[in-house]
């Protein structure tokens, strides 16, 4: 079980190399359950008898495709706006649909900048450039679907997914998908340091987990000591 945990921390570290305290975005949450999701695979499937590990396995994988079911919508969204995956984690099937979220979403994005620039315009329109504004404004909207098409064929990078939309916040190539990504790649996975959700480090026990019975608080401690002695 303990191969499970390492290979998440492993993806977050990727990602977050750094010792500083870092908060996974909600774009990091399809690599680390793909890779949980394989690592339970592997274990079921490569286990013959009914065992121990096997049993616990499937309990997880039970467990854990109903939290995936309430995040995969989200993660159709958020996943595409991550440079280092965008499409590439997802088989066929999945990649048309996350393209008609992350296109749907866009479209909403694209068309309130289209309104606003509109309204701006219209207070500087005169007769003379009316034809000039009404030809500009034609040619923008063809090249609209252009702007994510381009960004979701372009190569993957290897690249701190928020420190790379920084640097292309002002990038007239990806105007409404900075956009984006600045408001959904801030949410965070969870408010808790990955370094402290999969550090054994702590007392299993003490003042804020004391509710376990028995049968599973000495469970808990012996996967702990086996962990510890390898």
């Known amino acids: 079980m303990t191969d499970i945990l ?3 921390n492993n993806s977050l570290k990727l990602n977050y190399p750094t010792e500083l305290e870092c908060h996974p975005t909600l774009g990091d949450l399809h690599l680390i359950f793909t890779t949980i999701n394989k690592s339970l ?11 121990t590990p096997k049993l616990v396995a499937t309990a997880m994988a039970i467990k854990f495709d109903e939290y995936w079911q309430k995040l995969d919508q989200s993660s159709f ?23 008609q ?6 479209s909403k994005y694209s068309t309130s900048n289209a309104s606003l620039s509109s309204q701006t315009n219209s207070l500087q329109l005169t007769s003379r450039n009316y034809f000039k504004k009404t030809l ?22 290897d690249c701190e997914v928020l420190s790379w939309w920084k640097a292309h916040a002002n990038n007239r190539n990806y105007k409404n998908i900075a956009k984006m990504a600045q408001d ?9 340091p990955s370094e402290q959700i999969f550090s054994v480090a702590k007392h ?6 004391n509710r376990l019975d028995p049968e599973k608080a000495r469970a808990t401690l012996c996967l702990k000591s086996w962990y510890e002695s390898g």
């Open 6 to 8: 390492v290979a998440s």
């Open 41 to 51: 695979e592997e274990i079921i499937d490569n286990t013959v008898n009914e065992t």
């Open 77 to 99: 969204m958020i996943a595409p706006l991550d440079p280092n995956i965008k499409l590439s984690l997802y088989n066929a099937e999945k990649q048309h649909k996350a393209q």
């Open 101 to 106: 979220y992350i296109e749907n979403l866009y």
């Open 136 to 157: 500009k404004r034609s040619f923008d909207s063809s090249s609209v679907t252009s702007e994510l098409r381009n960004y979701l064929i372009s190569a993957e990078v």
């Open 184 to 192: 959904y790649l801030c949410i965070q996975a969870t408010s808790v």
């Open 204 to 209: 299993t026990i003490n003042s804020l987990r």
